[in-house]
């Protein structure tokens, strides 16, 4: 999967930029809203909306196509692989900084 670049989340609603980055950069799911964004089932996304959010859908949809990694979007088992390896990615840097941790101990 490829690396992130630099990612807007500014055309997404203040609120609900944070589960979206957790999600893309850390592999953490978000709420049923944000996770039917990313299953790209607008028709489910759509009857759990808030009201900022029912006003933003077609945001969304800009996003996912401008912004968003496309490996991590479209269905559900693309979210799951996606998790997957952002949280794997994330865990082997952590290990490497314990790695260069002790050899400087």
């Not at 979206?20 to 944000?34: D, N, Q």
């Not at 029912?54 to 949809?61: I, K, P, T, V």
């Not at 800009?62 to 269905?75: D, H, I, V």
């Amino acid at each position: 999967m490829p690396a992130i670049s630099y990612i807007d989340y500014s055309i997404l609603p203040s609120h609900m930029r944070e589960g979206a980055k957790r999600y893309i950069e850390e592999g953490i799911f978000p709420g049923s809203f944000l996770t039917h964004i990313f299953e790209n089932d607008f028709v489910h996304a759509a009857a759990t909306a808030d009201p900022i959010n029912q006003q933003s859908l077609y945001n969304y949809a800009e996003f996912l196509y401008t912004q968003a990694p496309s490996a991590c979007w479209g269905s559900a088992s693309r979210m799951q692989e996606w998790s997957a390896h952002m949280r794997k990615e994330k865990n082997e840097g952590l290990e490497q900084q314990g790695d260069n941790f002790s050899q400087k101990s």
